[in-house]
Structure formats: C-alpha cells, structure tokens
C-alpha cells in the first residue's frame, strides 16, 4: 500500500495517508529510543474495508533503529 496504491485486502485503490502524530517511540516500550530521537509512522489507509499499514518513512529513522534498536529474541510482547 505504501509503494502501490492498491488496497493487498479488497483490492481497493482508494488508500489514504494519515501522518503520525505521536512519535513510534512512545507507543512501545523502546524507553532507550524516546530518550534520544522521535521517530514518527505514517499509516495508510484503506478506506473501503479499513486495513491499514503503519510505515516508518524516513531513511534516516531506519538507519537510527537499525544502529540503536535491540533485536528481540522475543517477538510475542512487540506490536
Ligand atoms: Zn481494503
């Protein structure tokens, strides 16, 4: 849906983008990412069925979380 526009559920092609307003960092747990950086994730949404994608858009954040994020062992308690 980020790179297409066509909805990978209903095959919609009305999907609409919705900017983050809150920084990724404070809707998880990732206490040592919010205390440096705020990293914001852009949602796209299909506006027929309501699935929707959450994308991290910056280069730059990927490259933080890349260099900074731990790599859990444990997946079950992340969202
Ligand atoms: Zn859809």
Redesign the pocket.
């Known amino acids: 849906m980020k790179n297409g526009n066509t ?6 092609v009305d999907i609409r983008k919705i900017p983050g307003k809150y920084p990724f960092s404070e809707q998880t747990n990732m206490a040592k990412i919010s205390a440096f950086k705020k990293i914001y994730v852009t949602r796209f949404v ?1 506006v ?4 929707s994608e959450e994308w991290i858009e910056k280069g730059e954040d990927l490259e933080y979380l890349r260099k900074n994020a731990e790599q859990p062992e444990d997946f079950s308690n992340f969202v």
């Not at 909805?7 to 919609?12: N, P, Q």
């Not at 027929?48 to 699935?51: E, I, K, M, P, T």
Request: proline share 0%; glycine share 10%.
């Open positions: 909805c990978i559920k209903c095959d919609s299909c027929s069925c309501g699935y």
